[in-house]
């Protein structure tokens, strides 16, 4: 069975995501409350992606065999990665930067190493990049995950992962793969547990989208009125508290998840198709966007100061992701099926 909207869904994340990373170019001024529920809305959109992968692996699991599986990422996630990866290390390399730099912290002695070093770590390469080691931890454990939302009192665990993430927070290292396992684990375990009770969560969602929609906005409210914060939550170690004791925006990203998916269900033909199509080359756009916005970074030589800057950033990030289609529509149409190997999609 298709759900277009779990399939939508992935449209409205690689947007949130490419925002997120467009956010570097401009220079927001204003610290009002309008600032910072515009911030809080446009990151941490990976808590919807982990949401979906659990879903989807879920809505697989019937035929799970766990070797077949690991190829299959390996081939369509891992050696897209290391191919996009290439040409930044290689850039480095020559110019002798970044990890390859020796008074860089993670510096290794040989070339091999620094290579090894930054492809498992993601981050060090480019920022988006920490995604793919953390979620390769997820491939690994599949098996017991799937152990795990088969136990009898799953019901009383995720309830508890989701407010241990709460508290975790998200490392300000994004290299830290053991923090940001724990932090979005439940978005993946929560995904997988709604696929399992699909049709009687939708209907439970769509019966009560007012009051949940009303709870969402309370939940945005409660955490920059009271709470004085934007957004996610980023500390240096597990359950430090530097910036702020608890994460409000985990527990708002898994709420509208599902009052998400509600509405993609009844969107428009012509925006249906649109989602549809961004959905489909999703991945791609995650491995390629970067690039694009360190062009943008090049071409505006700095940062752009602005005002409120809400247009400014959704323009751009629309621009940069439309300027990634024909990119990938280039390596699709000259590579055909191989082009997922390449890019991802």
């Not at 298709?2 to 170019?25: Q, Y």
């Not at 914060?229 to 925006?249: K, R, W, Y």
């Amino acid at each position: 069975m298709f759900l277009k909207e779990v399939h939508r869904l992935r449209a409205i994340a690689i947007f949130i995501v490419v925002s997120t990373h467009c956010l570097p170019l401009f220079k927001m001024q204003g610290d009002g409350w309008a600032m910072a529920l515009f911030h809080s809305l446009i990151t941490n959109g990976t808590v919807y992606f982990m949401f979906i992968a659990g879903l989807l692996f879920e809505h697989q699991s019937v035929k799970f065999r766990f070797y077949p599986y690991l190829k299959k990422k390996l081939h369509y996630v891992i050696i897209p990665y290391v191919v996009v990866s290439m040409p930044v290390l290689l850039i480095d390399a020559i110019q002798g930067s970044g990890i390859f730099n020796p008074a860089d912290a993670h510096h290794w002695p040989t070339l091999f190493q620094n290579v090894v070093a930054a492809l498992l770590s993601g981050a060090i390469i480019e920022p988006p990049f920490w995604f793919i080691p953390m979620i390769a931890v997820f491939y690994l454990l599949a098996p017991a995950l799937l152990w795990i939302t088969r136990l009898r009192y799953f019901g009383i665990l995720l309830p508890v992962t989701v407010i241990l993430a709460s508290f975790s927070h998200r490392p300000t290292a994004l290299d830290h793969v053991w923090q940001s396992f724990p932090y979005f684990l439940p978005a993946y375990l929560y995904g997988m547990w709604f696929r399992t009770n699909y049709s009687r969560l939708i209907e439970w969602h769509t019966r009560w989208l007012p009051s949940l929609i009303v709870l969402a906005v309370g939940l945005r409210w409660f955490e920059i009125v009271i709470l004085h914060q934007n957004g996610v939550v980023f500390s240096q170690t597990l359950f430090s508290q530097e910036h702020s004791v608890i994460d409000i925006d985990v527990y708002f990203k898994l709420l509208t998840s599902g009052i998400f998916l509600v509405g993609l269900r009844h969107a428009g033909s012509l925006i249906g198709r649109v989602l549809d199509y961004l959905a489909e080359l999703s991945f791609g756009i995650f491995f390629l966007h970067i690039y694009v916005i360190v062009a943008f970074q090049h071409v505006l030589r700095g940062t752009i100061a602005v005002g409120f800057g809400a247009v400014f950033l959704l323009v751009t990030a629309s621009l940069v992701t439309v300027l990634c289609i024909p990119i990938l529509w280039s390596v699709r149409t000259g590579f055909g099926r191989n082009s997922r190997v390449l890019v991802g999609c």
